[in-house]
């Protein structure tokens, strides 16, 4: 008789893809604001993501000084999203395949103001972990009821809520036997070009977050957990679907005060 | 999940509302983004042939001179007298977004920026999202005629360097803006 034992699988350098990417004479980026030189998170040389490598800037970044450019934001608000475009469980005849979720969340700025009727856009792979895009060609169905794009704009306290299923895991490239842990892509706009944003939402308890080279691009633990959603029983209905809180929130780099809100 | 600062006795009942928080970290648009984004295309951000309107083409390469072909890029500008929305002119939106094609190449049509303060040369900020990119690379077209001296901007750019952010005329009604991640010729980007 065999005991049942618990099997836990650290990441290790393989499991991150770290053994094929060589070093190469890319300085550290950073950030110069006045005397302080302060590391970017993530850079942009992320030395496990094997794609960024040939495609990071060499050169250190120039501050930019927020002028009005900066300083203004584009506006969405004449009837270019609908309503129903936050479902994306109803944009087909049927209804997709999966573990249908509600992403409940805010967006704000780094000053814990709510950024009210502003544009979030969303994109994932199916429950299969498959992209309706003609580039993926991982050899798990498509759905013919799933799409997986997404938009909506923030009410007027910044609140915005997606009805979808939970995207699976996928392979890819970055090296041998690499999988991205589940995810949703967000991209959202803020009150200044300064706060555009793109990022990707986790899962919580996922075993492959901690051996994803494109999330581990965020050095900063704590920075790290800012991307996972968390299980939201308010958000969790009845005989329905399951809630996942994630907020967003914008900020620059320079951290540069905002002018209060008028 | 985030972290409150301490609000001080001065600043009054609404300050607990809105504790500072740390962002979000920025993660790549992958190479699905076309899924989510495309349907805002808008690589005119006025239509072809009005009055002013000119072509802003370029090609995304990356450190070993090869086409970038899965970038997305996004313009943002102020209108002919140097206003943004929702002070500009009525339709201006300011904002473009263009993918680039297999080749590397994006095109918008745009006009010449007004002014949009004491010093700065016309100019539009340029994002560019790719796979790859852990977060967007930042620069800033100049339209010709740019004074590097005046423009605290470029002022800031080391001389040699300041080519790079200045849009080359191409043709008539052309401006060239090609973007170059990283190689010889890298681009000047921008902390925000
Ligand atoms: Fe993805």
């Known amino acids: 008789m065999t005991a049942v034992t618990e099997r836990y699988d650290p990441p290790t350098d393989a499991t991150r893809g770290l053994h094929p990417i060589t ?18 998170d993530p850079p942009y040389r992320a030395p496990l993501y094997r794609s960024s490598l040939a495609r990071c800037p060499r050169q250190p970044l120039v501050p930019l000084p927020h002028g009005p450019t900066e300083r203004a934001a584009p506006l969405f608000g004449e009837g270019l999203v609908r309503p129903e475009d936050a479902d994306l469980t109803h944009q087909h005849p049927g209804e997709p395949l999966g573990e249908r979720i509600r992403v409940t969340g805010r967006l704000l700025g780094s000053d814990g103001r709510p950024i009210a009727h502003q544009l979030v856009e969303i994109w994932q792979a199916n429950a299969a972990g498959r992209y309706a895009h003609q580039v993926d ?13 997404g938009r909506s704009l923030t009410d007027d306290q910044g609140w915005f809520s997606f009805l979808t299923i939970k995207p699976g895991a996928y392979p890819w490239r970055n090296h041998p036997n690499a999988w991205r842990p589940a995810h949703i892509h967000f991209s959202v706009f803020g009150r200044a070009f300064t706060e555009r944003l793109v990022t990707q939402m986790y899962f919580p308890g996922d075993p492959l977050l901690e051996h994803d080279a494109i999330a581990g691009s965020v050095r900063d633990p704590k920075a790290r957990q800012r991307m996972v959603a968390r299980f939201d029983w308010e958000h969790t209905e009845d005989h329905w679907c399951l809630g996942y809180r994630f907020d967003v929130v914008v900020g620059g780099h320079l951290a540069t005060p905002l002018e209060p809100a008028s | 999940m985030t972290t409150s600062t301490p609000s001080t006795a001065t600043e009054g009942p609404s300050a607990p509302e809105h504790p500072a928080l740390l962002p979000t970290p920025s993660q790549t648009v992958g190479p ?8 805002l295309t808008r690589p005119d951000l006025v239509p072809p042939g009005s009055p002013g309107a000119l072509r802003l083409i370029g090609r995304v390469l990356d450190a070993e001179g090869r086409p970038v072909p899965d970038a997305v890029l996004e313009l943002w500008q102020a209108d002919p007298e140097g206003r943004f929305p929702p002070e500009s002119a009525p339709g201006w939106t300011g904002f473009g977004r263009c993918p680039t094609d297999e080749e590397g190449r994006f095109a918008f049509t745009t006009v010449v920026p007004g002014p949009v303060g004491p010093g700065q040369a016309p100019h539009a900020d340029l994002s560019v999202f790719a796979r790859g990119l852990v977060q967007r690379l930042l620069t800033r077209v100049y ?16 001389p040699e360097r300041r080519a790079t952010l200045l849009a080359k005329p191409e043709g008539p009604g052309t401006l060239r803006f090609d973007v170059h991640l990283a190689g010889e010729d890298e681009t000047v980007f921008f902390a925000w």
């Open chain 1, 23 to 40: 070093t190469d004479p890319v300085p550290e980026p950073t950030v110069q604001v006045g005397t302080t030189t302060l590391p970017m």
């Open chain 2, 32 to 39: 699905y983004f076309a899924i989510g984004l495309r349907w």
């Open chain 1, 137 to 149: 060609q991982h050899p798990a169905p498509l759905d013919p009821n799933f799409t997986g794009t």
């Open chain 2, 143 to 158: 339209f010709p005629g740019a004074d590097p001296e005046r423009d605290p901007v470029l002022a800031a750019v080391p």
